[in-house]
């Protein structure tokens, strides 16, 4: 893992380098009424990437609410390959617009 930035306090970027690939992972912060605004961005070389990597962050947003709050810890096979079509719908729609390439946030 590698800081690819750090502007305190508003953004983090790191490059993640593991078995399944390259992974360039952003986190900017504001404040927010009552606490920290968090806006999680995962950079994409290939926007139509989001098919698969969307639905892996939801899931993983979603069971760290679920720790948080001690709710009920959701199962992946309710994100993917489920929510594929409307993550790659979004790329489609992005790259059509010119948006760039940030594949998903939340």
Same mark, same amino acid.
């Given at each position: 893992?590698?800081?690819?930035?750090?502007?305190?306090?508003?953004?983090?970027?790191?490059?993640?380098?593991?078995?399944?690939?390259?992974?360039? %992972?952003?986190?900017?912060?504001?404040?927010?009424? #009552? =606490? +920290?605004?968090? !806006? /999680?961005?995962?950079?994409?070389?290939?926007?139509l990437a989001a098919?698969?990597?969307?639905?892996?962050?939801?899931?993983? %947003?979603?069971?760290?609410?679920?720790?948080?709050? #001690? =709710? +009920?810890?959701? !199962? /992946?096979?309710?994100?993917?390959?489920?929510?594929?079509?409307?993550?790659?719908?979004?790329?489609?729609?992005?790259?059509?617009?010119?948006?760039?390439?940030?594949?998903?946030? #939340?």
């Amino acid at each position: 893992m590698q800081v690819a930035e750090c502007t305190a306090p508003e953004v983090l970027r790191l490059l993640v380098e593991d078995e399944y690939g390259s992974w360039d %992972l952003e986190v900017r912060f504001r404040d927010s009424s #009552g =606490g +920290t605004g968090l !806006e /999680f961005i995962h950079h994409l070389d290939d926007p139509l990437a989001a098919e698969s990597v969307g639905p892996g962050w939801e899931y993983y %947003l979603d069971r760290l609410t679920a720790s948080l709050t #001690g =709710g +009920t810890t959701p !199962e /992946f096979e309710d994100y993917y390959p489920g929510q594929g079509p409307y993550y790659l719908a979004q790329a489609r729609a992005a790259a059509d617009s010119g948006e760039g390439s940030e594949g998903t946030s #939340g």
